[in-house]
């Protein structure tokens, strides 16, 4: 499932792991185990979306689990490597 309408960059760092953000956040199971592991609350989460620290723990949830990096990264039209790179790009 494509969220977006335009394909993110990955030249845009933030864009790409708010993008892929999103996509965690469509699976009910998959968003409460990201919330579970970053021991964020859903009101947390809303306050902290441009902060380079909760934007590289979303590629760090997505990298940590294989399938949901490679899920995402297809839904999200870039690839893995690509998605998994933004991390370091963030800085934080």
């Given at each position: ?28 199971d ?57 991390r ?5």
């Amino acid at each position: 499932m494509t969220i977006l309408r335009d394909t993110p960059s990955p030249a845009d760092p933030q864009a790409l792991a708010l993008n892929a953000l999103g996509w965690v956040l469509v699976d009910q199971d998959r968003a409460e185990r990201f919330l579970s592991l970053t021991g964020l609350s859903p009101e947390e989460l809303r306050a902290s979306l441009g902060e380079p620290g909760t934007l590289t723990a979303v590629i760090e949830f997505l990298c940590s689990h294989e399938p949901d990096l490679l899920a995402a990264a297809d839904a999200l039209g870039v690839t893995p490597q690509a998605l998994a790179a933004t991390r370091e790009r963030l800085g934080a």
